[in-house]
């Protein structure tokens, strides 16, 4: 079987700027993911069969529709979720194939399953978007339901390979602003070597009614976002630490 015809679960697609990757991107989101974040926006990606089963050949003929459009603005493919490393082989053709297009390729990943990312996959990865959710282990087994370890581990494997890094933190008011956390994360990044930005993201409830829709309890419903002040404290300390924010 070649990589074209390597099937997995799709949830959607979508073309987007400036949030998930250097320039326009053309978005896969696969579907499932192993960890139930409090703050998650998305519910509605949890599963495998929330999504189609489709070809990566079917994903990356309608990617190539927009090739030209995204080169032209210093974009590409972005393969995200849910998390795209429970399904790797569908993962890895998508991003092979991105890359046999001419296009830059970035994966948005958890990095709780990147033991599973093999070698190929990574040589097809032009960039990773690596969520690191809280520093203290126990806090963030409370925040995910997952281990914080395997995420670690995965972005020390990137830098040593070299592998470009954005980091992204999700900011929630009394759950990931304590200083502990958020310097832990910081100087974590900052000693990888391979970090070219971190994106402080702030909490917010957009997507409350999928939660509703799906009759599942959203957890920090009552939760407010950020105020600017507090967003940037946060920007300001990662700043300290001698990384690029955003």
């Known amino acids: 079987m070649s990589e ?21 991107r053309f978005v896969a989101f696969v579907a499932g993911c192993p960890l139930r974040c409090l703050y998650c926006q998305n519910p509605d990606t949890w599963r495998l069969r929330d999504g189609t089963r489709t070809s990566a050949d079917v994903v990356l003929r309608r990617a190539e529709t927009f090739a030209g459009f995204v080169k032209a603005t210093g974009g590409g493919l972005t393969v995200s979720g849910g998390e795209p490393l429970l399904q790797p082989g569908f993962t890895r053709a998508l ?22 990312a093999d070698d190929e996959l990574l040589d097809a990865t032009d960039l990773v978007l690596l969520d690191i959710k809280a520093w203290d282990p126990v806090h963030y087994r409370r925040l995910t339901g997952g ?21 992204r933190y999700v900011l929630v008011p009394g759950l990931t602003d304590g200083e502990a956390d958020v310097d832990g994360v910081a100087g974590f990044a900052a000693g990888l070597g391979a970090v070219e930005r971190v994106d402080v993201l702030p909490f917010h409830r957009l997507g409350a009614a999928k939660y509703a829709r799906l009759r599942i309890p959203f ?5 407010a976002p950020p105020g600017p002040d507090l967003i940037e404290w946060a920007r300001g300390r990662f700043r300290a630490a001698g990384l690029a924010v955003y």
């Open 219 to 223: 957890p920090l419903h009552d939760t």
């Open 147 to 167: 281990d914080l370890a395997p995420t670690l581990d995965f972005a020390r494997r990137l830098a040593e390979r070299g592998t470009p890094l954005w980091v």
């Open 4 to 24: 074209l015809e390597v099937a997995g679960r799709l949830h959607s697609w979508d073309v987007s700027t400036g949030v998930d990757g250097p320039g326009t």
């Open 95 to 116: 991003l092979t194939g991105a890359k046999e297009l001419g296009l830059h390729t970035a994966l948005d990943t958890s990095g709780s399953l990147g033991a599973r």
